[in-house]
């Protein structure tokens, strides 16, 4: 018997786990329930995008499953480091929470597969961004994400969150982000390349295969690492004070996805829906001019979080 193909078995895979993490998320709501939308490509495949809003816990939360193929512009083709041609297959899964309470975090994340040519290789990874941190919350999310990768190579985790801290660093603005989490792509599980710099991937010489079950691990970590998070804070009371600066800390995540995010520019790129592409973006923001907080508040405290910290170390201090 033939065995099935790497690309089926992932949009499989992929497709299920947005089926478990709906569920799971409206069960965290309550109340609200996703809307689905079924989309055609023109140029090959589509996808299924379901959005939440106005839950009691999600102001606006979505979550996204994709198989798209095709031909990459040459320009763009002419960027990736891995394989040759223009020639493309790509699924997924894209997730990004964007809680009411400004004492719930939002949250991302997003788990691929690409192949392009001759070569496939997967990429994701999922990150945290409260606007009030709390360090156990920080450590919790980091402690579930290291065991998860633990399973799999003891040097995953400090090498994807380098990665992580590195990439949703918003340069223009000298901060990070959020707090962090895990961050990987063009992981191929052969030597033949080495998008983490110095010595080798800590999947090298194992195959595809490798890295697919690690894919499969740690994405399945997503909820036990931000479910108890949300559950925490999700009845903490707030004021106006707290909303604005939520919509203030919103801004920065839109600059960030516009300006930097990779999902983002894939999407554009390869003419894919731009109602599912730009569902990351908050319903509610605000750009205040030279916003400072004022010292010595909460707002100037959750300053010193947006910034790349060994948060395990600091839960163990």
């Known amino acids: 018997m033939q065995e099935t193909a790497l690309k089926e078995r992932a949009r499989d895979f992929f497709s299920a786990l947005q089926d478990e993490t709906c569920a799971a998320l409206e069960k965290l709501d309550g109340g609200a329930s996703f809307r689905e939308d079924l989309w055609q490509r023109e140029e090959g495949g589509g996808g299924r995008t379901r ?13 996204n499953f994709s198989e798209v193929h095709g031909a990459f512009d040459e320009s763009f083709a002419s960027r990736l480091p891995v394989g040759e041609g223009r020639d493309f297959f790509a699924t997924g899964i894209s997730l990004v929470l964007h809680p009411l309470n400004p ?6 994340a997003n788990f691929r ?10 990429g994701g990874g999922t990150d945290l961004t409260p606007y009030y941190p709390y360090l156990e919350d920080a450590v919790h999310f980091h402690q579930t994400l290291k065991e998860a990768c633990d399973r799999f ?7 994807f ?8 660093f918003i340069k223009h603005r000298n901060e990070s982000r959020g707090v962090g989490g895990i961050f990987f792509d063009y992981l191929t599980g052969e030597r033949a390349d080495d998008p983490l710099g110095p010595g080798q991937p800590a999947s090298a010489g194992r195959g595809i295969e490798f890295v697919f079950e690690f894919v499969q691990g740690v994405s399945r970590a997503f909820l036990p690492a931000y479910v108890p998070i949300a559950e925490r804070r999700m009845n903490e009371p707030y004021a106006e004070r707290e909303r604005e600066f939520q919509l203030i800390r919103r801004g920065r995540y839109v600059e960030f996805n516009l300006v930097y995010d ?7 790129e390869t003419r894919g829906r731009v109602e599912s592409i730009l569902m990351s973006l908050p319903p509610l923001v605000r750009w205040v001019y030279d916003y400072q907080p004022e010292p010595g508040t909460r707002e100037a405290q959750a300053q010193e979080f947006f910034k790349p910290r060994d948060w395990l170390h600091e839960g163990k201090s």
């Open 153 to 159: 190579d003891p040097a995953y985790y400090p090498r």
């Open 103 to 108: 004492f719930v975090p939002t949250v991302h």
């Open 51 to 63: 959005v939440m809003e106005g839950g009691s816990l999600f102001e606006k939360a979505g979550v």
């Open 113 to 122: 597969y690409l192949e392009r040519g001759s070569s496939g290789w997967f």
């Open 262 to 268: 990779r999902g983002t520019h894939f999407g554009l």
């Open 161 to 168: 969150k380098k990665w992580c801290d590195e990439y949703f």
